[in-house]
């Protein structure tokens, strides 16, 4: 198995500068992508006024700008991916948000401890390219002090296929990163564990979208 260092830096590669600025030229001709505004849509349900976020591997920033306009105080971002955060940078300063975001490159599993607990954590495509799902579920669980919403992929044997083959690829390419599948029902039951209910649940193929509430202090 790659290690996560190993892969934290592949994932540095692979989602470049020149990704991000495609992205983000998308963002602001379409807005969010419908798997990102499906987690907005959850999230709308809850009290965002005044509360904090923590973003991880958040891309281009699209689910920070929407909390931040929703009257969020706060938000910080960690990525892997330098060129992500140096757009989603970018895109803050023109907004004058440089004095409520935070940018922190890095695991997320290692550097989370940089910054104080947050109200809520989205993990919007990042279970899927991490290779120990239960260490950053388990992080996020621990971290957040309400609120935990994510996208991940449907298991099955479609989807393992087209992990494979999207995994070639970049191993072809020489990357180390690499995409991953992991178990729905163990996905579930990490967060059942960490004394998190499921909230709200949608589906936006090959996605699922899921927003979990901490029950248990």
């Known amino acids: 198995m790659t290690s996560i260092k190993e892969h934290c830096c592949g994932a540095d590669v692979f989602f ?3 990704t991000a ?4 030229r998308q963002y602001l001709k379409n807005g969010p992508s419908r798997v990102t505004a499906k987690i907005i849509r959850q999230l709308t349900a809850q009290t965002i006024e005044g509360k904090s976020l923590i973003d991880v591997g958040g891309g281009i920033g699209a689910l920070q700008w929407w909390f931040l306009q929703t009257g969020g105080a706060r938000t910080t971002a960690i990525d892997a991916s330098s060129g992500y955060l140096r757009q989603a940078e970018e895109h ?29 954590i989205t993990l919007d495509k990042v279970v899927c390219c991490y290779p120990d799902f239960k260490e ?8 957040a002090r ?7 992929p449907i298991d099955g044997i479609i989807s393992k296929i087209v992990s494979w083959i999207g995994a070639l690829i970049i191993k072809l390419k020489s990357n180390s990163f690499r995409p991953y599948v992991h178990p729905v029902n163990q996905i579930r039951e990490v967060f059942e564990q960490q004394g998190y209910e499921r909230v709200s649940h949608a589906l936006a193929f090959p996605w699922h979208i899921e927003t979990y509430r901490r029950v248990k202090v």
């Open 21 to 24: 600025k495609k992205q983000y």
């Open 146 to 152: 309400t609120h935990v919403a994510l996208s991940y």
């Open 16 to 18: 470049d500068k020149k």
């Open 136 to 143: 950053i579920i388990e992080t996020s669980c621990q971290k």
């Open 92 to 120: 803050a300063d023109k907004k004058a948000w440089g004095a409520k975001t935070h940018f922190i490159l890095g695991d997320y599993t290692v550097v989370h401890t940089q910054v104080d607990r947050p109200d809520y």
